[in-house]
C-alpha cells in the first residue's frame, strides 16, 4: 500500500519581525504570517489544514465514541504567563479537556481563540503555541479551528486564551452533581492547592524554601481508568477556581445532601500548609489545575481509589470524607484538634488571574 501525501492548501507565510504589531490584527498579508508561523505550524493536523473558516468533523466517527456530545468552553488569563509546572497555553488546553472529561466524555477536537496585545514578544507567542500542541498531543486531542485577534497596548494583558473543546460520552454513562448519595465516598488523586499557590510564587510575593510546582495536567487517561473500573462513579469535577470547598459544596447543594470531610485525611503539602497560613489563605479553597473530587458508592470505593493510584497522576489518591445525612447543602470538616467547621462557599477570589 502506497503512502497518501496529504496537498497544503497553500504555501505558509513567515514572520520578519521580532514583535506583535497592530498590522497582525489587520486581516492581511501580516495577520496570515502571524497565523501561519506561530499557530498552523504548531497544530497542524488533517483537520486543520483546509483552513477554512470552520472545521468539519464526520459524525459518523464522532457517534463511535458514544451517543451524547460534550461540548465547553473556557477562558484562560493566567498571570504570570509562564510558572513552575506550566504556561497559559498547557492551562488552556489541560482545563479545557479536564472540563470535558470529568463528565465522562472522551475529548477529541478544540479551539484556540487569542487576543494579543500590541508588542508581545513573537519568540514567546511561539513558545506558548508549542506547548499548547505538545499538550494536546499528549491528551490525544486535536485543535482544528481558531481566532486571532491584536489589541493596542494596555487592552489586554500580553495574551488571553479561550479553547473550546468537544467529546463524546458513551451510551449509559450518567455522571453528575445531583447523583451523590448518603454514605457515598469522596475521594482526591492527590494533593491539593499546588497551582494556586505556585502562581502566587511565580508572581514573587514570597519565596518557599522547596518552590511548588502547578499540578497543572490534562486527566483525561487517568479518568478513562477510573471509568473502566467503576463505571458507576457518581461524579466528577475539576477542583480549579475557588478549589475543593467550592466543588463540595456545588456537590452538597445539587445533591441536597450534607458533606464531611477529615482535615487529617485531606492532602495538602506542608510547605503549601505553611505558604497558607503566613498568608491567611485557606489551602481548601487554592486553585487546581490537575485535581479531581470524586464521589462513588462505598462499595465502588477501594475499586476507585486502586484504579486511581495505578496512574502516575493519581499515585497519592486518598478518600477525604463521605456524602452524610445531616442538614442538605452543608459541608464540614472535622478538624485535627477534634472539633468541625463549617467549610462555606468561597465569597469573592483569595488570588486573581490564576487560570
Known amino acids: 500500500m502506497g503512502s497518501v501525501t496529504r496537498l497544503k492548501p497553500r504555501d505558509l507565510g513567515r514572520l520578519m519581525v521580532s514583535h506583535v504589531t497592530l498590522a497582525h490584527g489587520g486581516g492581511g498579508k501580516a495577520m496570515k504570517d502571524l497565523i501561519d508561523d506561530v499557530f498552523i505550524s504548531a497544530f497542524d493536523n488533517d483537520l486543520l489544514a483546509p483552513l477554512e473558516d470552520q472545521a468539519r468533523l464526520d459524525l459518523a466517527m464522532l457517534a463511535r465514541h458514544g451517543d451524547r456530545l460534550a461540548f465547553t468552553t473556557d477562558g484562560y488569563v493566567v498571570d504570570p504567563l509562564f510558572f513552575p509546572g506550566g504556561d497559559i497555553g498547557k492551562l488552556a488546553i489541560c482545563g479545557t479537556v479536564n472540563d470535558l472529561a470529568v463528565g465522562g466524555a472522551v ?79 469522596i475521594l482526591v488523586n492527590g494533593r491539593l492547592g499546588d497551582h494556586g499557590a505556585a502562581i502566587l510564587c511565580a508572581r514573587g510575593d514570597m519565596a518557599l524554601e522547596s518552590p511548588v510546582r502547578s499540578d497543572c495536567a490534562a486527566l483525561s487517561g487517568l479518568i478513562g481508568e477510573l471509568l473502566a473500573a467503576v463505571p458507576g462513579v457518581r461524579f466528577m469535577r475539576d477542583a480549579t477556581r475557588g478549589g475543593i470547598a467550592t466543588v463540595l459544596n456545588e456537590l452538597a447543594a445539587a445533591s441536597r445532601a450534607a458533606i464531611e470531610i477529615d482535615e487529617t485525611a485531606t492532602p495538602i503539602d506542608e510547605g503549601v500548609r505553611g505558604f497558607c497560613e503566613i498568608l491567611g489563605l485557606d489551602p481548601l479553597y487554592l486553585a487546581n489545575e490537575g485535581k479531581i473530587v470524586i464521589a462513588v458508592a462505598p462499595e465502588d470505593a477501594a475499586a476507585a481509589l486502586a484504579a486511581l493510584r495505578a496512574h502516575p497522576l493519581g499515585r497519592d489518591a486518598c478518600a477525604i470524607g463521605r456524602v452524610a445525612t445531616g442538614e442538605a447543602g452543608r459541608v464540614t470538616m472535622n478538624t485535627i484538634f477534634g472539633g468541625r467547621r463549617i467549610v462555606d462557599m468561597l465569597v469573592g477570589e483569595q488570588l486573581p488571574r490564576i487560570c
Not at 127 to 138: D, L, N, P, Q
Not at 145 to 154: A, S
Request: charged share 25%; glycine share 12%.
Open 107 to 185: 475529548p477529541l477536537h478544540l479551539s484556540c481563540a487569542v487576543v494579543i496585545e500590541e508588542g508581545m514578544a513573537v519568540e514567546t507567542l511561539r513558545v506558548i503555541a508549542r506547548s499548547m500542541a505538545e499538550t494536546a498531543r499528549a491528551a490525544g486531542v486535536t485543535i482544528v479551528t481558531g481566532d486571532t485577534k491584536v489589541v493596542p497596548r494596555g487592552a489586554c494583558d500580553k495574551i488571553f486564551i479561550t479553547t473550546t473543546g468537544i467529546g463524546v460520552i458513551r451510551q449509559g454513562l450518567e455522571i453528575g452533581a445531583d447523583r451523590a448519595r448518603p454514605g457515598d465516598i
